[in-house]
Nanobody, 124 residues
Framework: ELQLVESGGGLVQPGGSLNLSCAASGFTFENYCMTWVRQAPGKGLEWVSGINSVGAITYYRDSVKGRFTIARDNAKNTLYLQLKSLKTDDTGRYYC?????????????????GGQGTQVTVSA
């Protein structure tokens, strides 16, 4: 059974940093695209970042480019997201989600193969 467990969220001031992790089990991690999806209060899901199965191709939504960094360690079955220069608009619940194959596609975001999420709150 697929399991994704996110951690590392918290309360941080604007300009601060956080490091999110996602521990994966129940599937062959190295064979799949992995993504981060977030949901801000009162809003829908949106793609934040994605990385293909071998870590060679990454995607970032425009609003986080240059501030967030996605990475994966296939030996540890773990996905990461480094968040820097955080803004209040980054507040939301961040979910780790598995793709359908080795390459990532960014159709309508969903949590069909997602975890429970970790809360990131950016506030002064």
């Amino acid at each position: 059974e697929l399991q994704l467990v996110e951690s590392g969220g918290g309360l941080v001031q604007p300009g601060g940093s956080l490091n999110l992790s996602c521990a994966a089990s129940g599937f062959t991690f190295e064979n799949y695209c992995m993504t981060w999806v977030r949901q801000a209060p009162g809003k829908g899901l949106e793609w934040v970042s994605g990385i293909n199965s071998v870590g060679a191709i990454t995607y970032y939504r425009d609003s986080v480019k240059g501030r967030f960094t996605i990475a994966r360690d296939n030996a540890k079955n773990t996905l990461y997201l480094q968040l820097k220069s955080l803004k209040t608009d980054d507040t939301g619940r961040y979910y780790c989600a598995r793709g359908l194959g080795s390459a990532c596609s960014y159709d309508e975001p969903n949590l069909r193969y997602g975890g429970q999420g970790t809360q990131v709150t950016v506030s002064a």
